[in-house]
């Protein structure tokens, strides 16, 4: 019968086949090691001619690097490695030989030959692994935010203007004399919807026209936005942790294959639980200075200094009460210190850096309002979202997350690229 690779423990025995591509293939004449995947794992198939029919012994002769195949055999159990499985072909129907050179072939190509070549590139163990590992995040940040009564909302990708207020925004034409931007985070529309269903996230495409050619930049990417009702600072921190605990629980128990393949060492991830460790933006400038940096005292945090600050930990760091003026308008003064904000960053350990950015938020008309003028952004745009404060005004707070950030620490990658399917970064559109 026709099974999937992830399958085979469950026909060990008997006779089973397999649908996917052949990656690899060794041997010669009489036998043959043919590497084959199919999506959900490998397996190595054994062909031995004399035991074949003549044309199964002709399509193993004539198999190619990524051809795809029908491949039935009986399923046997790897005498030596443990929950491996192989199959003894009886069987193989080529579905389309590939008679061209496999373009990515097994030596060492430089990472532009690779990124033009993204849509075979996906194929590689290596970019298979990275893709579960990122589907497993997805569904444990849904699975736990329904858990904790937060329910999806879909924010709009085509606004009128900008969440944060900067000018780092892709603008398009919207028919006649109208431009629209495509959205750098939900935040601002699931702010109007936690006054209907108190809790809520978003989860989609952002996008960012900044010019940073860093390895954490990308200029679309995917986010998460999370916002509660009379929710504090406190809180939200709370909210956090939970969930990036959730997380990285989760690929612990579903991924240790595909972290095996990436080589990650899975020691720091499993030191990843509550409580995580808490500085504020003060204690951090501070010790950064005894470690040599020129960061001054109210200076937003730069990513040498996030890398830097973060290897000394293997546990998340929030750091707390950013200065307000290198931080957005909506975010709520500190009572205890007007100079800044009610406002947490999440920084990854081993040198990650910051994976998510969240603040309680203005809840006083009058305030916000001045913040809105004092931060020179047209009011008029902005009307809707101070109706918010008009109308049944709450303390609330939110975060917001960089999918491809948590991938690229989780899966201890070098570079954000990697970490999702097609990136976009202000030199790549293509393919
Ligand atoms: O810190 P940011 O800019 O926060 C916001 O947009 C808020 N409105 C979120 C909220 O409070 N709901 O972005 C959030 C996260 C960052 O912490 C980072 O992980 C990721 O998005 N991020 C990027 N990821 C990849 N490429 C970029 N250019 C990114 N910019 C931000
Ligand atoms: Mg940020």
Same mark, same amino acid.
């Given at each position: 019968m026709t099974t999937t690779i992830a399958k085979l423990a469950d026909h060990v025995g008997k006779e089973a086949t397999i649908q996917g591509w052949m990656y690899n293939k060794r041997g010669?004449?009489?036998?043959?090691?043919?590497?084959?995947?199919?999506?959900?794992?490998?397996?190595?198939? $054994?062909?031995?001619?004399? %035991?074949?029919?003549?044309?199964?012994? %002709?399509?193993?002769?004539?198999?190619?690097?990524?051809?795809?195949?029908?491949?039935?055999?009986? $399923?046997?159990?790897?005498?030596?490695?443990?929950? $491996?499985?192989?199959?003894?072909?009886?069987?193989? %129907?080529?579905?389309?030989?590939?008679?061209?050179?496999?373009?990515?072939a097994k030596k060492d190509h430089g990472i532009d030959f690779l990124l033009d070549h993204r849509h075979l590139w996906l194929r590689s163990s290596r970019q298979w692994a990275i893709q579960r590992v990122r589907n497993t995040i997805i569904n444990a940040t849904f699975e736990y935010l329904n858990q904790e009564g937060?329910?999806?909302?879909?924010?709009?990708?085509?606004?009128?203007?900008?969440?944060?207020?900067?000018?780092?925004?892709? %603008?398009?034409d919207y028919f006649e004399e109208n431009k629209a931007y495509l959205t750098q985070s939900g935040q601002l529309y699931i702010e109007a919807a936690i006054f209907s269903v108190g809790k809520c996230f978003d989860f989609g495409p952002v996008f960012r026209a900044e010019k940073s050619k860093t390895r954490r930049h990308l200029t679309e990417f995917w986010m998460m936005d999370a916002e509660a009702a009379f929710a504090d600072h406190e809180d939200n921190m709370?909210?956090?942790?939970?969930?990036i605990c959730h997380i990285v629980e989760k690929v612990l128990e579903k991924n240790m294959a595909e972290l095996k393949i990436l080589e990650r060492n899975t020691e720091p991830l499993t030191k990843v639980k509550a409580p995580f460790i808490r500085k504020t933006h003060e204690e951090v400038v501070k010790e950064l200075r005894e470690m040599?940096? &020129?960061?001054?005292?109210? &200076? &937003?945090?730069?990513?040498?200094?996030?890398?830097?600050?973060?290897?000394?930990?293997?546990?998340?760091?929030?750091?707390?009460?950013?200065?307000?003026?290198?931080?957005?308008?909506?975010?709520?003064?500190?009572?205890? &210190?007007?100079?800044?904000?009610?406002?947490?960053?999440?920084l990854a350990p081993e040198g990650y850096g910051e994976i998510i950015g969240g603040s309680q938020r203005e809840d006083d008309y009058d305030t916000l309002l001045q913040r809105i003028k004092d931060h020179n952004l047209p009011l008029d745009a902005f009307q809707w979202y101070l109706d918010l404060r008009r109308f049944g005004s709450v303390p609330h707070s939110g975060f917001g997350y960089g999918?491809?950030?948590?991938?690229?620490?989780?899966?201890?990658?070098?570079? $954000?690229?990697?970490?999702?399917?097609?990136?976009?970064?202000?030199?790549r559109l293509t393919p």
């Amino acid at each position: 019968m026709t099974t999937t690779i992830a399958k085979l423990a469950d026909h060990v025995g008997k006779e089973a086949t397999i649908q996917g591509w052949m990656y690899n293939k060794r041997g010669n004449g009489k036998l043959y090691f043919l590497q084959l995947r199919d999506g959900s794992g490998t397996t190595q198939g $054994v062909v031995v001619a004399a %035991e074949v029919d003549k044309e199964t012994a %002709e399509n193993a002769e004539k198999l190619t690097a990524e051809s795809s195949v029908k491949v039935t055999g009986t $399923v046997n159990k790897h005498p030596k490695q443990e929950g $491996v499985y192989e199959l003894q072909v009886t069987k193989i %129907e080529i579905v389309q030989l590939c008679t061209e050179e496999y373009p990515i072939a097994k030596k060492d190509h430089g990472i532009d030959f690779l990124l033009d070549h993204r849509h075979l590139w996906l194929r590689s163990s290596r970019q298979w692994a990275i893709q579960r590992v990122r589907n497993t995040i997805i569904n444990a940040t849904f699975e736990y935010l329904n858990q904790e009564g937060f329910i999806k909302i879909d924010a709009p990708i085509l606004t009128p203007n900008a969440c944060e207020g900067t000018t780092e925004l892709f %603008e398009i034409d919207y028919f006649e004399e109208n431009k629209a931007y495509l959205t750098q985070s939900g935040q601002l529309y699931i702010e109007a919807a936690i006054f209907s269903v108190g809790k809520c996230f978003d989860f989609g495409p952002v996008f960012r026209a900044e010019k940073s050619k860093t390895r954490r930049h990308l200029t679309e990417f995917w986010m998460m936005d999370a916002e509660a009702a009379f929710a504090d600072h406190e809180d939200n921190m709370k909210t956090q942790e939970g969930l990036i605990c959730h997380i990285v629980e989760k690929v612990l128990e579903k991924n240790m294959a595909e972290l095996k393949i990436l080589e990650r060492n899975t020691e720091p991830l499993t030191k990843v639980k509550a409580p995580f460790i808490r500085k504020t933006h003060e204690e951090v400038v501070k010790e950064l200075r005894e470690m040599g940096s &020129d960061i001054g005292e109210m &200076d &937003d945090l730069g990513g040498d200094d996030e890398t830097n600050y973060t290897k000394k930990f293997d546990k998340p760091i929030f750091v707390e009460k950013y200065p307000s003026p290198v931080k957005a308008f909506y975010m709520k003064r500190d009572p205890k &210190d007007p100079r800044r904000v009610l406002c947490s960053d999440l920084l990854a350990p081993e040198g990650y850096g910051e994976i998510i950015g969240g603040s309680q938020r203005e809840d006083d008309y009058d305030t916000l309002l001045q913040r809105i003028k004092d931060h020179n952004l047209p009011l008029d745009a902005f009307q809707w979202y101070l109706d918010l404060r008009r109308f049944g005004s709450v303390p609330h707070s939110g975060f917001g997350y960089g999918l491809e950030r948590i991938v690229t620490w989780i899966c201890g990658l070098e570079h $954000v690229r990697e970490s999702i399917p097609f990136p976009r970064t202000i030199y790549r559109l293509t393919p």
